[in-house]
């Protein structure tokens, strides 16, 4: 009797030993596009670190990242502009509420050696692009805002034919090549990119911002991670990350 009391006893310390373990750590993907890589690229190792889960980020174009959503490929979390979940709501793609985390405008950028226009003020940018030879933006992100822009500052029509669409590459990559002499993209994909020196972002009274939310994905098999790895993203310690990488926490 009494050797039986001290294996009972015996196995209810193992086992409340084994209840105070922690969790085991797990893996959750996170599916991103080129517009907040490099946000969610140390907003992920900020997340490792607090909390030793392991991310893996499946960074993918745009086309890409819309095909493995429609066939409902692996993966836990995924991150685009606002505008694009409404209809991965409606299509049951997503799990739970989409969560805002961070914002960003665009930015300028010449080739290394060029001159250095003062695109500071409104009517500075607005100088520089009349005077330049040459400039370039994407069609995707936040690049459709440049039309608004310039059609805002009444420059449109005079500088329309010089206009070159980039598409496949950064902006930044075809300012290097000197394909434009001029690039505008989003602060985050303009800079930094060898061969390029970036002028700042555009004058805060022309700025118009991309909006970034995240989302738990109707094949995650890790929904409580990946709900934790959200709360991280939306915290005060994720701000400063943001900011590092040329990004903005949302305004609350």
Known sequence: MERTNVVSLALIAALAVWSNRPAPAAEITILVN???????????????KASGHKVVIDFVGVPEQAEKINTDAPGDVV?????????????????????????AGNGVAVKAGAPKPDISTAEGFKQAMLNAKSIGHSNAGTGPYNTRLFQKLGIYDQIKDKIKIIQGKPVAVAVADGEVEIG???????????????LGPLPPDLIEYGHFGVAVRNVSKNQDVARE?????TSPEAAALLRKTAMEPPER
Do not use: C, H, W
């Open 184 to 198: 505008i993209q989003q602060t985050n994909v303009i800079q930094p990119v060898a061969g390029t020196q970036y």
């Open 79 to 103: 991150v685009n502009f606002m505008p694009a979940f409404e209809d991965l709501i409606k299509r049951n793609k997503v799990v739970g509420s989409v969560v805002e985390f961070a914002r």
């Open 229 to 233: 790895l959200i709360k991280f993203m």
């Open 34 to 48: 080129q517009g907040a890589l490099s946000g969610v690229r140390d907003l992920a190792a900020g997340f490792e």
